[in-house]
């Protein structure tokens, strides 16, 4: 049992900056996809990046904005987001599954999840 706990979100000015962290536990961390996934008042959950081995996918709403990497010495995820918006403002999720051939942008690929991190983007 993979258990996700997300960190960093806050509240940000449009043109900031935050890192989002992922700590995981519980399982094999370099063996899953990793991914964030957003989720703002009203609107479905939506794929924002992901990353699977060394290769990263983005959304085209964040692509050139915001970076995903990660830690498997530590088994840490992170989402490095810059020139914000506010339409960025979401409950930004961290999950673990494995990707298809056809990529990793579904949220049914995921079989485990964090509990959420706010991040709120003031204009």
């Known amino acids: 049992q993979v258990q996700l706990v997300e960190s960093g979100g806050g509240l940000v000015q449009a043109g900031g900056s935050l890192r989002l962290s992922c700590a995981a536990s519980g399982g094999t961390f370099s063996s899953y996809a990793m991914g964030w996934f957003r989720q703002a008042p009203g609107k479905e959950r939506e794929f924002v990046a992901a990353?699977?081995?060394?290769?990263?996918y983005y959304a085209d709403s964040v692509k050139g904005r915001f970076t995903i990497s990660r830690d498997a010495a530590t088994g840490t995820l992170y989402l490095q987001m810059k020139s914000l918006k506010p339409e960025d403002t979401a409950v930004y999720y961290c999950a673990a599954g494995y990707c298809s051939a056809y990529g990793c942008s579904d949220l049914r690929q995921y079989a485990y999840w964090g509990q959420g991190t706010q991040v709120t983007v003031s204009s």
């Open positions: 990353i699977r081995w060394i290769n990263p």
